[in-house]
Nanobody, 121 residues
Framework: QVQFVESGGGLGQPGGSLRLSCLAS????????MSWYRQAPGKERELVAW????????EYIDSVVGRFTISRDDAKNTLYLQMNKLKHEDAALYYC??????????????WGQGTPVIVSS
């Protein structure tokens, strides 16, 4: 069974940093793109960043470019999101999944509990 367990969220200050982790299981993660998503209250879940397998090519939404870094350690079946220069707009519940788009994520038919990120002084 495909499973994702997100962790590392918490309270961050504006301009501060947090590092999120996602432990994946139930599939060969080394053969898939992986992504981070976030969902703020009252808003739809949005794709934040993705990373390819192999060459580990990355892509980010414009609002996080230069601030967030997605990485992976396939030996540990783990995906990471380093979040720097935090803004209030970054506050959300963060999820991970496989693939580089929601359609690919839907194939896994699984979402973790997410890890919350709060940004406050």
């Amino acid at each position: 069974q495909v499973q994702f367990v997100e962790s590392g969220g918490g309270l961050g200050q504006p301009g501060g940093s947090l590092r999120l982790s996602c432990l994946a299981s139930g599939f060969p993660s080394s053969t898939y793109f992986m992504s981070w998503y976030r969902q703020a209250p009252g808003k739809e879940r949005e794709l934040v960043a993705w990373i390819s397998n192999g060459r580990e090519t990355t892509e980010y939404i414009d609002s996080v470019v230069g601030r967030f870094t997605i990485s992976r350690d396939d030996a540990k079946n783990t995906l990471y999101l380093q979040m720097n220069k935090l803004k209030h707009e970054d506050a959300a519940l963060y999820y991970c999944n496989r693939g580089a788009d929601p359609a690919s994520a839907s194939v896994s038919n699984s979402w973790g509990q997410g890890t919350p990120v709060i940004v406050s002084s």
